[in-house]
T-cell receptor, first 115, second 115 residues
């Protein structure tokens, strides 16, 4: 399977704990995106990497959120001091070019529940 | 404020009926994509439209991009239970901005086709 892989699929954590999610994009894709999706809504953009460089961050990405893509391959998204409002599906996507021409390939997401 | 407004939000129809889903914005997009998402999975690309007025067909699905590239529609003919899912439109705002070409998603239309 050469699709986008996300781990874990589900995460339940207590408020105040830190969590980290991993995304493995399609191997030849140099662009990687993180989105957040709450129930009944469309995905909201969080951040974007081109290779290892983080080029865009949404205002939704508070100081408690940090994302890395150290070698331009896999990426991690960490949420510190989780809050109940962080409960959502976190989607990772990758592409090989601009979205005008190249679609985003999404993983199946990590569903976070903060209790 | 949702940059892309989708209507209706929910649609429940009988197998064999036709339907149209709308995606509207006051902003101009360089391209617009339609995705379908099933529960527990990431969105999967259906089509990308780039040119104002463009019409694309995918079996029983017809996609149209507005002349001004601000809106789009998805028409399904003779809907089947397998068409059930969340339909998302997503626009790329800048063709020249190589910082990300991030996609902005609409809130989605949840379609249920009953047998």
């Amino acid at each position: 399977d050469t699709g986008v892989s996300q781990d874990p699929r589900h995460k339940i954590t207590k408020r105040g704990q830190n969590v980290t999610f991993r995304c493995d994009p399609i191997s030849e894709h140099n662009r990687l995106y993180w989105y957040r999706q709450t129930l009944g809504q469309g995905p909201e953009f969080l951040t974007y990497f081109q290779n290892e460089a983080q080029l865009e961050k949404s205002r939704l990405l508070s100081d408690r959120f940090s994302a890395e893509r150290p070698k331009g391959s896999f990426s991690t998204l960490e949420i510190q001091r989780t809050e109940q409002g962080d409960s959502a599906m976190y989607l990772c996507a990758s592409s090989s070019g601009t979205t005008r021409r190249s679609p985003l390939h999404f993983g199946n997401g990590t569903r976070l529940t903060v209790t | 404020t949702q940059l892309l407004e989708q209507s209706p939000q929910f649609l429940s129809i009988q197998e064999g009926e036709n339907l149209t889903v709308y995606c509207n914005s006051s902003s101009v997009f360089s391209s617009l994509q339609w995705y379908r998402q099933e529960p527990g999975e990431g969105p999967v690309l259906l089509v990308t439209v780039v040119t104002g007025g463009e019409v694309k067909k995918l079996k029983r699905l017809t996609f149209q991009f507005g002349d001004a590239r601000k809106d789009s529609s998805l028409h399904i003919t003779a809907a089947q239970p397998g068409d059930t899912g969340l339909y998302l439109c997503a626009g790329a705002r800048a063709a020249y901005n190589n910082a990300g070409n991030m996609l902005t998603f609409g809130g989605g239309t949840r379609l249920m086709v009953k047998p």
